[in-house]
């Protein structure tokens, strides 16, 4: 059943396209700078475009949960959003802060944190939107009187998103312990309330695609709560290994967090295994495509790149080169990115109620950016790996090592132009079945 307020969604999904394809060109640009003499540093200087890189992917995923929220609560409640226009409010208001924050930065209107760049001003208003999300998405629940695992989960991790954000605000002039509360919100929002998103997200699209019992999801739904509050928390620990914080750190952090994908792989397997074992058939197979990529990828990016460098013996040299960037980006794309292609492929054309949907340029889609993005890693590992060695071990000079460096970069950047003509066939994708009309065959 499609309730009418669920249609909200597609403006979210929309939007949350084009920032994606904004987010990737500034990635473009990036590399760019790496490689070849900079001719608008004065106008774009790295700071300022990593900047607008990074915040990009925040808002255009959170758009992404938000739609994808919107979709999956009136489904398991059984009833209406509460409020539609509420709804809206919060859309507007997170595009219009959105968009002040990118001209900002521009203009060097920025709080100067690393990846908390956003000025206090503009935090508050993400704390008001988020107020609003969590009241909209609660008082349906609570109208509705009908409550599941899912729903408790996904309200769970937008309140836990909405907490951890509230540590943004504050700057402590101490670095050791502004640091410390700064990893509260980077990691506990992404290792943390956007895992149980992700989580509760990834059971209802299960549930849907294959039809199973909802005992068998949720049973790793309770685990994957668990291990969030268990080694999300704790593994926050392995980013304090170098900032001044107690010893015990290294060995907390570096174990604990290494534990953090294996439920969304383990409820997969085990949901995989009771369609085989039924003989289920699929219907939707590109779906089925972005889940199981997104769960390998996710695996691999968070938790093998993630394990390899995050004990403290190894994290001592790689800290802070290029293979903490080849572990971030496949770690994201495989967690969310895909995810919310996942949830985007499946919601959109059943709002649009499109009988049938052509998948062919999704598969295009799927194939461009995970090959894409898996050269990437490995462009950026293999710079990695030469800064860690040439640089923090043999201890040569920072420029003379970006030289050998430069050959990976390069094939970043071909992999990231690949990349970019994915998600640009996925904005085409998105805009095409935004507009198509119910009875029109998409192709």
């Not at 290294?250 to 397997?269: D, K, N, R, T």
């Not at 050269?375 to 030469?386: S, W, Y």
């Amino acid at each position: 059943m499609i309730y009418e307020s669920q249609k909200v969604a597609i403006k979210y999904f929309v939007i949350s396209a084009i920032f994606f394809g904004l987010q990737t060109i500034l990635g473009l640009l990036l590399i760019i700078k790496y490689i070849w003499p900079d001719p608008i540093i004065s106008i774009l200087p790295f700071n300022t475009a990593r900047a607008i890189h990074t915040n990009l992917l925040v808002v255009w995923m959170l758009y992404g949960f938000m739609g994808g929220t919107y979709y999956v609560i009136p489904e398991e409640a059984k009833t209406e959003i509460y409020s539609r226009k509420l709804a809206d409010l919060h859309f507007w208001l997170l595009l219009i802060g959105g968009l002040v924050g990118v001209i900002g930065f521009l203009f060097g209107w920025t709080a100067g944190r690393p990846l908390l760049e956003l000025p206090v001003e503009l935090k508050w208003a993400v704390v008001v939107v988020a107020l609003l999300f969590i009241f909209n998405v609660g008082m349906t629940i609570i109208r509705a009187k009908k409550f599941t695992a899912i729903q408790g989960l996904l309200l769970g991790g937008i309140v836990m998103l909405a907490g951890m954000w509230l540590f943004a605000i504050p700057f402590f002039k101490n670095l050791t312990l502004d640091y410390y509360y700064w990893w509260w919100v980077i990691h506990l929002w992404v290792e943390g309330a956007w895992e149980l998103i992700a989580a509760s997200l990834m059971a209802f699209i299960l549930l849907k695609l294959t039809g199973i019992e909802r005992a068998i999801v949720e049973k790793w739904l309770y685990i994957e709560l668990a291990l969030v509050m268990i080694t999300g928390v704790i593994g926050t620990g392995h980013h304090y290994y170098w900032i001044g914080t107690p010893e015990y750190w290294l060995w907390w952090g570096g174990i604990f967090s290494a534990m953090e994908p294996l439920p969304i792989l383990l409820m997969v397997i085990d949901t995989l295994r009771h369609v085989k074992h039924r003989k289920l058939e699929i219907k939707e197979r590109l779906v089925l495509y972005w889940v199981v990529g997104g769960v390998i990828f996710h695996f691999v990016g968070a938790g093998v790149l993630g394990v390899a460098h995050t004990l403290p013996i190894v994290n001592r040299w790689t800290h802070g080169t290029q293979v903490t960037t080849s572990h971030g980006h496949t770690a994201f794309f495989g967690a969310y990115a895909m995810l919310i292609l996942m949830v985007v492929y499946y919601t959109l054309p059943k709002l649009k109620g499109l009988k049938q949907f052509n998948e062919v340029r999704g598969f295009w889609v799927f194939w461009i950016t995970v090959l894409g993005m898996a050269l990437m890693g490995v462009g950026f590992g293999g710079a990695g790996i030469i800064q860690t060695y040439f640089q923090r071990i043999l201890g040569i000079e920072f420029l003379t090592v970006q030289e050998f460096m430069k050959p990976w970069f390069m094939l970043v950047f071909f992999a990231g132009i690949g990349f970019t003509v994915g998600v640009v066939l996925y904005i085409i994708d998105v805009l095409k079945i935004a507009t198509a009309k119910p009875e029109q065959r998409n192709d």
